[in-house]
């Protein structure tokens, strides 16, 4: 295929339900595919990922974990560090996945081409995508396979490179090993995350006139284009063309990506019917895809459906997760349910065995968005003395919702608190919040707030153009001038365009 055959997005929610077919192109298909990671008998990989896991976020610390537990006389198989990795990455925990490999590594143990894949794709989230090319670069010839390609294939569509992604794609038809199901996946979830929806059908008549056999994650991310290009229709197609190729490609995912579709096209009967058939299809029951049904029954406000999806999760699984009760939290948030999440909160901080930010952080966002900043404000005083953090994401909602209602002084408050996160978690806030600040403080013209904000911004390496010159329209606007701000911006290394400068001009005489 030629970059000329092929030819912008955010990941696509739906009342907060992620259709994944991002994420997962290289570590869900590709484990499926190559039959990479399997499960260890035994227990022994469980005890070792639970001190992994204890770890939390500290960074560092993996090496020293895995040599005590060999030390105090256990044996540590590579089965095991897979089964680990595979876990820490399917929470997030890239940096601690990394430094198993690491370790394995300096062991000398035997790394197969999809345990270089994986490694390349850790360096990729946590170095970046430049650090992952160098990794690739590095490899000898023979382990350049379609596996490490496949990985490097990934992480540019994952990050948007699409010029990469395309020339990358060719090289790897010339070699004769991009006619996969997973790297045409991957473009697809590059065309979907630009919002190219209508390239995702090209990619898939080229996969048929290849022969090229469409796995039911392709199958996903195709019947989700059409739901986004309107096409309903399509959607069912798609969907019915699956149930023809058998059994092994319709799975719980795919009717969860056609409820969705239809909940997007305005279709409640029939989402709640596509929603029946996916609790069919999940056998053995699956967290995830109660997650799905919590969140998809909350988006068409069907709180029975909800609270009985979460009585059969409960019921499921012998123990209920964090990620669990975040997804409920998430729900109730939806259906407005505040007494309900409130019962739901105080259930999970009495049973909970690790505190979980993102809870308090779900929790604090329900109740500002009803007003219940008094609430949202016991919230964040409780999880300081429970938990260790971070706790910047909570200081930028109360922030945010204090600007809105144009309360500078507990905005100044929330933003001194968020920045003495910053240093243990590297928190930043977002631009929006920024710009919230930014144009309460120009509206007042007041000068010595938008010193302090400045001070602040700084503290935590977020001085950009746009600061500045919010502080210098704020000097104009006050008619206060200040002859030092071109040495300041100079210092701070700004480049000065057109508009600073004019600013400047003004402000500096």
């Given at each position: 295929?030629?970059?000329?055959?092929l030819?912008?997005?955010?990941?696509?929610t739906?009342a907060?339900?992620t259709?994944?077919?991002?994420?997962?192109?290289?570590?869900?298909?590709?484990?499926?595919?190559?039959?990479?990671v399997?499960?260890s008998g035994g227990?022994?990989n469980?005890?070792?990922?639970?001190r992994?896991?204890?770890?939390?976020?500290?960074?560092g610390l993996?090496a020293?974990?895995?040599?005590?537990y060999?030390?105090e006389?256990?044996?540590?198989h590579?089965?095991?560090?897979?089964c680990?990795?595979r876990?820490?990455r399917?929470?997030?925990?890239?940096?601690?996945?990394l430094?198993?490999?690491?370790?394995?590594?300096?062991?000398k143990?035997?790394l197969?081409s999809?345990?270089?894949?994986t490694?390349?794709?850790?360096?990729?989230?946590?170095?970046?995508v430049g650090?992952?090319?160098?990794?690739?670069?590095?490899?000898?010839?023979?382990q350049?396979n379609?596996y490490?390609?496949?990985?490097?294939?990934?992480?540019?569509c994952v990050?948007k490179?699409?010029?990469?992604?395309?020339a990358?794609?060719?090289r790897?038809g010339?070699?004769?090993?991009?006619?996969?199901?997973l790297?045409?996946?991957?473009l697809?979830?590059?065309?979907?995350?630009?919002?190219?929806f209508?390239?995702?059908n090209?990619?898939v008549?080229?996969m048929?006139?290849r022969?090229?056999?469409?796995?039911?994650?392709?199958?996903?991310i195709?019947?989700?284009?059409?739901s986004h290009?309107?096409?309903?229709?399509g959607v069912?197609?798609?969907?019915?063309?699956?149930?023809?190729?058998g059994e092994?490609?319709?799975d719980w995912?795919?009717?969860?990506?056609?409820?969705?579709?239809?909940?997007?096209?305005?279709?409640?009967?029939?989402?709640?019917l596509?929603?029946?058939m996916l609790?069919?299809?999940?056998?053995?029951?699956?967290?995830?895809?109660?997650?799905y049904?919590?969140?998809i029954?909350?988006?068409?406000y069907?709180s029975?459906?909800?609270?009985?999806i979460?009585?059969?999760?409960k019921?499921s699984f012998r123990?209920t997760t964090?990620?669990?009760y975040?997804?409920?939290?998430?729900?109730?948030?939806k259906?407005?349910?505040?007494?309900?999440?409130k019962?739901?909160?105080?259930e999970?901080?009495?049973?909970?065995s690790?505190?979980?930010?993102?809870?308090?952080?779900?929790a604090?966002?329900?109740?500002?968005?009803?007003?219940l900043?008094?609430?949202?404000?016991?919230?964040?005083?409780?999880?300081?003395e429970?938990?260790?953090?971070?706790f910047g994401?909570?200081?930028?909602?109360?922030?945010?919702?204090?600007?809105?209602?144009r309360?500078?002084?507990?905005a100044?408050?929330?933003?001194?608190?968020?920045t003495?996160?910053?240093?243990?978690?590297?928190?930043?806030?977002g631009?929006?919040?920024?710009?919230?600040?930014l144009?309460?403080?120009?509206e007042?013209?007041?000068?010595?707030?938008?010193e302090?904000?400045f001070?602040?911004?700084?503290?935590v390496?977020c001085l950009?153009?746009?600061?500045?010159?919010s502080?210098?329209?704020?000097?104009?606007g006050?008619?206060?001038?200040?002859?030092?701000?071109?040495?300041?911006?100079?210092?701070?290394?700004?480049?000065i365009?057109?508009?600073?400068e004019?600013?400047l001009?003004?402000c500096?005489k």
């Amino acid at each position: 295929m030629t970059t000329g055959m092929l030819s912008r997005s955010r990941s696509t929610t739906l009342a907060g339900t992620t259709v994944r077919w991002m994420s997962t192109a290289a570590s869900a298909e590709a484990v499926a595919e190559t039959g990479a990671v399997k499960k260890s008998g035994g227990g022994g990989n469980m005890r070792l990922y639970q001190r992994l896991s204890a770890l939390g976020k500290k960074e560092g610390l993996v090496a020293s974990t895995i040599n005590k537990y060999i030390r105090e006389g256990k044996k540590v198989h590579k089965e095991e560090l897979n089964c680990c990795v595979r876990e820490l990455r399917r929470f997030g925990r890239h940096r601690q996945a990394l430094e198993i490999m690491e370790w394995i590594d300096t062991r000398k143990m035997a790394l197969s081409s999809t345990d270089l894949a994986t490694r390349l794709d850790l360096i990729s989230k946590v170095h970046g995508v430049g650090a992952a090319e160098k990794y690739f670069n590095d490899l000898v010839p023979q382990q350049k396979n379609k596996y490490t390609y496949g990985a490097l294939l990934n992480c540019y569509c994952v990050e948007k490179m699409k010029d990469e992604a395309l020339a990358l794609f060719d090289r790897m038809g010339e070699l004769k090993i991009e006619s996969t199901s997973l790297a045409f996946s991957n473009l697809m979830s590059l065309h979907m995350r630009l919002g190219e929806f209508e390239k995702v059908n090209t990619l898939v008549e080229e996969m048929k006139k290849r022969e090229v056999p469409l796995s039911t994650f392709s199958y996903n991310i195709w019947m989700t284009s059409s739901s986004h290009l309107g096409d309903i229709q399509g959607v069912e197609r798609v969907f019915e063309e699956i149930k023809q190729e058998g059994e092994s490609k319709c799975d719980w995912t795919t009717y969860s990506n056609l409820a969705v579709a239809y909940v997007r096209a305005g279709l409640k009967e029939k989402a709640e019917l596509a929603l029946k058939m996916l609790e069919q299809r999940m056998k053995p029951p699956k967290r995830e895809a109660f997650h799905y049904l919590l969140s998809i029954y909350a988006s068409i406000y069907n709180s029975d459906e909800v609270h009985r999806i979460w009585k059969s999760l409960k019921l499921s699984f012998r123990a209920t997760t964090n990620v669990s009760y975040l997804n409920m939290v998430r729900a109730l948030s939806k259906l407005n349910d505040i007494d309900g999440l409130k019962k739901l909160f105080e259930e999970w901080e009495l049973t909970c065995s690790s505190y979980d930010m993102r809870l308090a952080n779900a929790a604090i966002g329900a109740y500002l968005r009803n007003g219940l900043v008094d609430e949202a404000e016991t919230i964040l005083r409780n999880v300081q003395e429970r938990s260790n953090g971070p706790f910047g994401n909570a200081w930028e909602l109360l922030m945010i919702f204090y600007l809105e209602n144009r309360d500078l002084q507990n905005a100044f408050r929330c933003l001194e608190g968020a920045t003495h996160d910053h240093n243990d978690s590297g928190w930043q806030p977002g631009s929006d919040s920024i710009n919230k600040f930014l144009n309460c403080i120009e509206e007042g013209k007041d000068v010595d707030s938008a010193e302090v904000l400045f001070k602040l911004l700084k503290k935590v390496h977020c001085l950009k153009r746009n600061v500045y010159k919010s502080l210098l329209k704020t000097y104009i606007g006050a008619g206060r001038m200040e002859p030092n701000m071109r040495e300041r911006i100079e210092g701070d290394g700004i480049e000065i365009d057109r508009e600073l400068e004019s600013l400047l001009n003004v402000c500096c005489k």
